[in-house]
């Protein structure tokens, strides 16, 4: 088992620590849990400590459980990659008519993202239909289908709803059942409010005049394929054995999931199915933040060195992704 240094761990989590939005952490090292903590306040009008079984808004690390959904609906021969979103979504303008499947997945579909065509005036939040709307009404792209890439959050959104008309079940549903019950993700939940219970909940928060406001929810807070999936590190756990052992999609399948596209005219990507795929300090490296109203979160994993850090924070401060690189270099490269 890796040897952690428990303090040097502590200390940078030492923003986290005491009566302030908190932390859950887990470190695995070749298929062992060799760090499991959380620090400070999952809520902070309640004093309810923040602890492993807290579950946080992974914000967009859903993004990677959408891209499974998909790739578990390939399997069934039910979607193929390069179908053509349109044929599931007929709602979509005639300049999306070159947009497949895998554009959506690797973000080079071209297509507006929602968040900059929401009305300055809006305070009712959006869920999936009211994105599509507003996508449908804007017919023009970034750039043509499969020639550049620009993260997209309209895309995981509209993938979501091409799960649920695909399967003919609503989205949190079919997570339940292909992704999180086969896998044992019992605290794992697509939270639609109102229709659903959040086990031990953090709520969000952001720093404001010293102290921290609870700022859980925005207009953008209850989409779903592209950030809408609450769960805990003791959850991720399972998650991240199911990546190392194939237990949802096969060797091959995860591989072409961590593969970014070879774009046209030197243009360059670092993104997959649902993951950013990079190296640091020499290590492959497949890896994504999530960052909402009041979270902040990352994953790591380096599947070489079969090392996985994952860090839930319920404020929109803080660099997690930095801390997570600081337990690597513990880990990897002392």
Excluded: C
């Amino acid at each position: 088992m890796a040897n952690i240094d428990l303090r040097a761990v502590d200390s940078l989590f030492r923003a986290y620590t005491g009566t302030t939005p908190g932390a859950s952490v887990i470190v695995i090292k070749d298929d062992e849990v060799v760090l499991r903590r959380a620090y400070g306040l999952a809520d902070l009008e309640h004093g309810i400590p923040a602890t492993p079984t807290t579950d946080f808004r992974l914000a967009s690390l859903s993004k990677q459980f959408t891209a499974t959904a998909i790739m578990l609906l390939v399997r069934d021969g039910k979607l193929r990659y390069d179908q053509p979103v349109s044929e599931i979504i007929p709602e979509l303008p005639p300049a999306t008519r070159a947009v497949t499947i895998r554009h959506f997945l690797n973000h080079t579909s071209g297509i507006w993202d929602y968040e900059v065509l929401v009305p300055a005036a809006r305070t009712a939040q959006l869920d999936d239909r009211d994105v599509l709307a507003l996508v449908a009404a804007k017919d023009s792209l970034y750039f043509p289908a499969g020639s550049a890439y620009r993260y997209s959050n309209s895309g995981y959104v509209l993938l979501g709803m091409i799960i649920a008309r695909v399967s003919g079940m609503p989205y949190p549903e079919f997570m339940r059942r292909r992704v999180f019950e086969p896998l044992a993700m019992s605290a794992t939940v697509a939270h639609v409010e109102g229709k659903d219970t959040v086990p031990q909940r953090a709520y969000g928060y952001s720093p404001s005049g010293g102290t921290f406001i609870q700022t859980d929810q925005s207009v953008t807070s209850a989409t779903l394929g592209d950030g809408g999936i609450y769960a805990n590190v003791d959850d991720l756990t399972r998650w991240d054995r199911a990546l190392s052992t194939a237990g949802l999609v096969d060797s091959a399948t995860l591989a072409l999931a961590t593969t970014p596209p070879v774009l046209p005219a030197g243009a360059t990507t670092e993104y997959g199915f649902g993951w950013f795929v990079d190296s640091y300090r020499g290590e492959k490296r497949w890896r994504h933040t999530g960052e909402t109203s009041g979270f902040r979160n990352a994953i790591q994993r380096y599947p070489n060195r079969r090392l996985t850090i994952v860090i839930l924070t319920n404020r929109s401060s803080g660099e997690p992704e930095a801390i997570a690189e600081r337990i690597a270099d513990q880990l990897l490269f002392r």
